[in-house]
C-alpha cells in the first residue's frame, strides 16, 4: 500500500493553463506539505497544513493555491502556469508538524510546462 | 532564512568503498534527518537524530548531531550498487512546522 499517494506522476502542459495535484496519504498523519524541487535537485517547501489549516505558506506566488478537504488530502492547483513553474513537486506527510517527527514523501510529479 | 550546505555536491566511489558526506547549518537545529532519493522517487528517511551528540546507527550508515547543534554527517560503509542516489540533510526545530534541506550529495559507486 502506498503512504503518500501523488497524481498524476507527470504533467505536460502550456503556459497559462490552469492544473491541480492531488495527494492523499494513509498514514493517519496530521500534517502534510508541499515540497518543490528544482533542476538543481535543491528542495524547497511552499506549503504546510495540519488538520486542515494552513499552518505555513513560504511565500508562493498567488497563482498556487493549495487546498485540504480533509486532513488525508491535500491538493495543489496552479493558475496561469509560467516556465518558471517547470519542477518536480512532492507531497510530504508527518506525525506532527513540531516535534521533529519525519517526512514521509510521495513519488512526486514532473511538471513540464512549455 | 536558514541555510543548509552539504558536502561534498558529489562522489564517484568504487563499489566496498566508505564513503563520509557532512551537513552545516548556520544555525542550530534540534532535530537532524537525513534523506536519500532514488530516480523517480521521493525521499525515503535513513535515520533521524533528535539530540546533540547523539550518534545512531541503520544497518551500514552512522549518522552523528554535531555536538554545536550545526552540523551533522553521515557515514556509509562498504558501498555497494543500490547505495547509488541523492543524500539529503535536513534541519527541524521544534514548532517551526518545516523541515529545512540542504542541497544534497549525488552519490555514485561504481561496480
Known amino acids: 500500500d502506498t503512504a503518500v499517494s501523488q497524481t498524476p506522476k507527470y504533467l505536460v502542459t502550456q503556459m497559462g493553463n490552469d492544473k491541480s495535484i492531488k495527494c492523499e496519504q494513509n498514514l493517519g498523519h496530521d500534517t502534510m506539505y508541499w515540497y518543490k524541487q528544482d533542476s538543481k535537485k535543491f528542495l524547497k517547501i511552499m506549503f504546510s497544513?495540519?488538520?486542515?489549516?494552513?499552518?505555513i505558506n513560504e511565500t508562493v506566488p498567488n497563482r498556487f493555491s493549495p487546498k485540504s478537504p480533509d486532513k488525508a488530502h491535500l491538493n495543489l492547483h496552479i493558475n496561469s502556469l509560467e516556465l518558471g513553474d517547470s519542477a518536480v513537486y512532492f507531497c510530504a506527510s508527518s506525525q506532527d508538524q513540531g516535534l521533529g517527527a519525519p517526512l514521509h514523501f510521495g513519488n512526486g510529479t514532473r511538471l513540464t510546462v512549455t | 532564512g536558514q541555510q543548509l550546505n552539504q558536502s561534498p555536491q558529489s562522489m564517484f566511489i568504487q563499489e566496498g568503498e566508505d564513503v563520509s558526506m557532512n551537513c552545516t547549518s548556520s544555525?542550530?537545529?534540534?532535530?537532524w534527518l537525513w534523506y536519500k532519493q532514488d530516480p523517480g522517487e521521493g525521499p525515503v528517511l535513513l535515520i533521524a537524530l533528535y539530540k546533540a551528540g547523539e550518534l545512531t546507527s541503520n544497518g551500514r550508515l552512522t549518522a552523528q548531531f554535531g555536538i554545536t547543534r550545526k552540523d551533522s554527517f553521515l557515514n556509509i560503509s562498504a558501498s555497494i550498487p543500490s547505495d547509488v542516489g541523492i543524500y539529503f540533510c535536513a534541519g527541524r526545530n521544534t514548532n517551526a512546522g518545516k523541515s529545512t534541506f540542504g542541497d544534497g550529495t549525488t552519490l555514485t559507486v561504481k561496480p
Open positions: 544555525s542550530i537545529f534540534n532535530t
Open positions: 497544513y495540519n488538520n486542515k489549516e494552513l499552518i
